[in-house]
């Protein structure tokens, strides 16, 4: 049963909708947009486990960030396999946003999604392999991605209880990853500021994911231009709060790694001291040094810190 006592659709009574493209240029249009995003945010999730693994290490890799990206792509993938499989949801959205209104959700989203997923596990897998730096995931990341699962698993609950439609309890974990994109760059980019340095970061990942969040969103515009509606947006208001998340916090990134926190040019210029970006855990033996000592020691670690900076950069 349906909020409000209405009875869910069975698989028999699901009517079969013509929903369908006005324009065959705007669908040309609109499902080549959905694979370039598909393309190039498939593929932005590469460079950072190449980094990762060229290095042999992921300090500079926010933990909490990998933890909350896990979550986001796995809510959203399960609410794009029930918006593109399940008969049964579909239905329950034409008879919420039209019965002639297109599913909102195509064959790319459910591909990236799926392929989001498994490389954020192998990411995932390399925080328990490689150097941390003395890194770990944050009891409060710990404390959000509990409760992230709780509410869908409250959702699923409901809805095999009938108190929601299958529709709502799927629209829940679009709204979980909708929650999960705004606040997972957070911890990278505090991490970036505090360190001022982008290195362990990859900024190919980020040019990837800017180009596939601008190609999502243009093809949300395609569809709402041939069906002289908008309604595509509230029905997946997930993928238009994911997409303008996404831009907003990746122009962020990219302000971060070409103008503020340049490495590359720091090591180039010396930036005056010659100093190497600032280390996540300070050494609280250099304060035991003479002040001989520790100009030997600084001097050193600058020549050293110089040649690396450069090898990291051209690893990413």
């Known amino acids: 049963m349906q909020e409000g006592g209405v009875m869910d659709p069975s698989p028999s009574d699901l009517l079969v909708v013509d929903a369908q493209w006005q324009s065959p240029l705007l669908y040309f249009l609109y499902n080549n947009l959905g694979w370039l995003a598909f393309t190039v945010w498939s593929i932005s999730f590469y460079p950072q486990v190449l980094l990762n693994y060229r290095r042999k290490s992921v300090e500079g890799l926010n933990f909490d960030f990998v933890i909350f990206n896990l979550t986001k792509h796995s809510t959203y993938c399960i609410f794009n396999i029930a918006l593109f499989f399940s008969p049964v949801v579909q239905q329950q959205y034409r008879m919420r946003y039209g019965e002639r209104e297109l599913i909102p959700v195509s064959a790319s989203d459910v591909a990236f999604s799926v392929h989001a997923v498994t490389l954020t596990v192998v990411t995932a897998l390399q925080l328990l392999i490689f150097p941390k730096g003395g890194q770990t995931v944050s009891r409060t990341a710990i404390w959000i991605t509990i409760g992230a699962w709780a509410v869908g698993l409250v959702g699923v609950l409901l809805a095999i209880d009938g108190e929601l439609t299958w529709l709502s309890s799927a629209t829940l974990f679009n709204y979980i990853q909708v929650v999960m994109t705004s606040i997972k760059y957070i911890p990278q980019a505090w991490m970036n500021y505090k360190r001022r340095s982008?290195?362990?970061?990859s900024i190919g990942n980020i040019l990837l994911d800017l180009t596939g969040a601008v190609s999502g969103l243009a093809q949300?515009?395609?569809?709402?231009?041939?069906?002289k509606s908008f309604k595509n947006f509230a029905g997946n208001a997930g993928k238009l709060g994911?997409?303008?998340?996404?831009?907003?916090?990746?122009?962020?990134?990219?302000?971060?790694?070409y103008y503020l926190y340049s490495d590359k040019q720091r090591a180039m210029d010396g930036e005056?001291?010659?100093?190497?970006?600032?280390?996540?855990l300070h050494d609280h033996r250099e304060?035991?040094?003479?002040?001989?000592?520790?100009?030997?020691?600084?001097?050193?670690?600058?020549?050293?810190?110089?040649?690396?900076?450069?090898d990291l950069e051209k690893g990413e």
Not at 242 to 257: K, N, W
């Open 272 to 280: 005056g001291g010659g100093t190497s970006p600032v280390p996540l």
């Open 242 to 257: 994911l997409t303008g998340e996404t831009i907003m916090f990746d122009l962020l990134f990219v302000v971060q790694h």
């Open 220 to 227: 949300m515009f395609l569809q709402s231009i041939d069906q």
């Open 287 to 310: 304060s035991e040094q003479s002040p001989a000592e520790g100009i030997a020691s600084l001097s050193h670690r600058h020549y050293k810190g110089y040649s690396s900076t450069q």
């Open 198 to 201: 982008t290195v362990g970061w």
